[in-house]
């Protein structure tokens, strides 16, 4: 009686401190969810989903207190994307999100007063000036995310949705195409 | 010698004796030229030039811009009269920057390169350079700039394959360049073998071009060149692709995600030779090309040899105009062409062929129908791909497994639309889940820099904040240290003050960089 209790209590202690070791030698700092996530968010950061930032949408998905169905620039795709790295079913876009079509701010810049206000609000420090200076959207680095328009304070920022470059072109998805030729051709 | 054969391919109407009845025609000077400032793969070639002007023949207008370019040279002397957006032979339809130059019909040439008559007795990388300050790409279509192919960095190269079987349809300009050019393209090989420091080639050619091995043979005969083979090879599409034609002459595979270089070759096509032979002989760059003009809508399919940037239009005019039989315009061949939407494009480096099929040469595809499983396209895949499984999965847009079928290693050789008794349009599929790939790929990059920059405004605007709230309280205790200090000397009162700062100021910059460090780790993570 006493040997068995003596040789679980010590095998207890043994497995106990291994455990504790392990849980000091292989700690993994952060969140490794939440970085997927973040992985699959396409870094606007424009706040659309009503996060602060990809980061902090990543950490309200892992954590469980949001839905993968509020960012707009990623759409179907990145929801898609999202549902297959968490193991749930795709979910249609949160309907108070508007989807838009991938743009660049430029600032019309006969019309900048000068006033630095975007340049504290851009989150990847994608505009330069100074104060008193006219300030230009660097356009390679701008990720569309709108968030410099509201503190204009005369309004001289627009936003240019992107043109397609033959570079960048690619195939259409062959079907629709298709489909449409025969659609065509039956009301004909 | 023994020939190997590659997987499946397909034997189609050649249509080649059309614009073989006639030598080469010299085109005329166009009054414009377009010159696209991208004509090869790599980045567009920076610009040199203004509007206004005014350029002579030869004059280089671009720039090589990065290790994978092409400089593009001015192909007859005129007016520089807009740098603009101009539509350019792409599958897209879309615009792109390009120098239109209104030509004097002088034909002035600027002052070229020497003429290196002792290449024999020049290095390697001398040789390199001449062929890329002359702007030679691949001219059997792919365009990749050549001089990066015979860098070969690191990889021993044993033999040169040169590429002369001009499997497609339609297309003859190579077997024209080869009748009427021998001397030239095997001057090239020459130096493309010097260049490589090997003396194994083999010249691959299609035996439906009986002229044109004749005449090669004969070229190479009379050089005495040491080990240099001419081939025949088989008709069979798409024997002329690089990879199936290597498999053919060496039995070697190129690997899968590899060039031919990682097997010890290097592959060029017969235009390239020629071109490289000019450069290095005369200092000429790539300035004109053979491109075939053909099909049952031109009145006399003919081969030209134009210069680069001459519109499509001129051409069609020089091959006896256009008789109506044909509502379309193919750029290049009938299998790997894509339609244009206008005749005012230009003629690029990459150019090979003009086609302007009748409804019988080049049907409208009907409408398509389910896959029944027959497996035909699997066995006519040059590729050795499973063309079946990779249509499922890019039609359901699945590009995971779409790379897991190797998507990568086709070729868009067309051979299993072709014979797809559904009318599948297959290569649509591929080329559709290929460019969505590459998409995908340019906005992960462009999202982890966007990351990264984000990152790093947080971390600096942290490591401000911490600088202000450091320098308020510092000057908090400067406004209550007079109250405190009484009675003590003024001078030894600074001093005291000025090492508090000092020691402050320390503590402080260790903690900004201490903080900096810390959430870079946590980025690294």
Known sequence: ?188 | MKLHSFHGGLHLPEHKSESTGEPIRKATIPQRLVLPLKQHIGSPAHLLVEAGDRVLKGQVLAAPAGRISAPIHAPTSGTVIEITEHEIPHPSGLRAPCIIIETDGKDEWATLAAPLPDWSKLDAETLIERIRDCGIVGLGGATFPSSVKLEHRGQTIDTLIINGAECEPFITCDDMLMREHADRIIEGVSILKHILGIESCYIGIEDNKPEAIAAMREAAQKASLQRTTVVPVPTLYPSGGEKQLIEILTGKQVPSHGIPANIGIVCQNVGTAHAVADAVLEGKPLISRVVTVTGAGVNEPCNLHALIGTPIHALIKQAGGSNGKSTRLVYGGPMMGFSLRSDTLPLTKGGNCLLSPSEEESPVPPRMTACIRCGKCAEVCPARLLPQQLYWYARAKDFDKVQDYHIHDCIECGCCSHVCPSHIPLVQFYRFAKTELWKKEQEKKKADHARKRHETRVVRLERLAAERKSKLRRKKEALNKPAGGKGKAAGGDDAKKAAIEAAMKRVAAKKAAAREQEPAKGADN
């Open chain 1, 1 to 188: 009686m006493l040997s068995a209790i003596l040789t679980i209590t010590i095998l207890a202690l043994l497995f106990g401190l291994l455990l504790g070791y392990a849980a000091v030698k292989f700690h993994i700092e952060g969140d490794p969810v939440a970085d997927q996530i973040d992985s699959l968010l396409p870094q606007t950061q424009c706040g659309q989903c009503g996060h602060p930032g990809c980061r902090p949408y990543a950490d309200a998905i892992a954590a469980g207190e949001d839905d993968i169905n509020k960012c707009a620039p990623g759409g179907e795709e990145t929801i898609i994307a999202l549902a297959d790295l968490l193991g749930r079913d795709p979910i249609p876009m949160d309907e108070s999100i508007e989807e838009r079509p991938p743009s660049v701010a430029l600032i019309r810049e006969k019309e900048c007063i000068g006033c630095t206000l975007c340049i504290q609000a851009c989150p990847v420090d994608a505009i330069l000036g100074a104060a008193k200076q006219m300030h230009t959207v660097i356009e390679s680095e701008c990720t569309g995310c709108e968030l410099c328009l509201p503190p204009c304070p005369v309004e001289c920022i627009d936003m240019v949705p992107i043109t397609a470059r033959y570079e960048s072109w690619s195939w259409p998805y062959p079907i629709t195409a298709h489909r449409n030729v025969a659609q065509a051709q039956e009301v004909s």
